[in-house]
């Protein structure tokens, strides 16, 4: 993932996976399933999220940052 990034999420899974997009407030404003390979996450609002993405058992949390 980019951080700052400019209009969403781009990112390779290596398998389905699970991503959750929260705001600042801690307000999902995204729950999508990613498929294998290149993903994009568009994200229309700019501000500071947290990103939780899920895959096979295995759980990683990042803050990102979007600019427009």
Do not use: C, W
Not at 24 to 42: D, E, I, M, S, Y
């Amino acid at each position: 993932m980019s951080n700052p990034s400019r209009h969403g999420i781009t990112f390779h899974a290596n398998g389905p996976a699970n991503v959750v997009v929260l705001d600042a407030a801690g307000r999902v404003v995204k729950n999508q399933t990613a498929n294998r390979g290149l993903n994009f996450l568009p994200l229309p609002n700019a501000g500071v999220y947290v990103v939780k993405v899920t895959t096979g058992g295995f759980s990683t949390t990042q803050k990102l940052v979007v600019e427009h």
